[in-house]
């Protein structure tokens, strides 16, 4: 099965940045898109950012220009710059792949998810 591990969540004060990190593994693994979505206690989950391997961009609505997304395509890693943060961007947020093992089918794929908390 492909993994996503996530890192970098936690505390922050509102305004404040914060970086997540993602790294997938797998064997034979082929990476086509990864990504960020993210759900607040009581909703549903949402689209953060998305980049594909021909590094196409999609950002939620919500972003604004504040969260930037990157990844090294050789590591099969995905990062998530997060700057202006505000207490509504409170939320578990989870890493996302689409990608492929030993030449299968490419699937979805989850992290366990990462919780940033943006309060003072």
């Known amino acids: 099965q492909v993994q996503l591990v996530e890192s970098g969540g936690g505390l922050v004060q509102p305004g404040g940045s914060l970086r997540l990190s993602c790294a997938a593994s797998?064997?034979?693994?082929?990476?086509?898109?990864m990504g960020w979505y993210r759900q607040a206690p009581g909703k549903q989950r949402d689209l953060v950012a998305t980049?594909?391997?021909?590094?196409?961009?999609k950002y939620g609505d919500f972003v604004q220009g504040r969260f930037t997304i990157s990844r090294d395509q050789e590591k099969y890693t995905t990062d998530l710059q997060m700057r202006s943060l505000e207490p509504t961007d409170t939320a578990i947020y989870y890493c996302?792949?689409?990608?492929?093992?030993?030449?299968?089918?490419?699937?979805?794929?989850w992290g366990n998810g990462t919780l940033v908390t943006v309060s003072s």
């Open positions: 980049i594909t391997r021909g590094g196409e961009i």
């Open positions: 797998g064997s034979n693994l082929r990476v086509f898109q």
């Open positions: 996302n792949a689409v990608a492929s093992e030993n030449w299968e089918s490419s699937l979805m794929w």
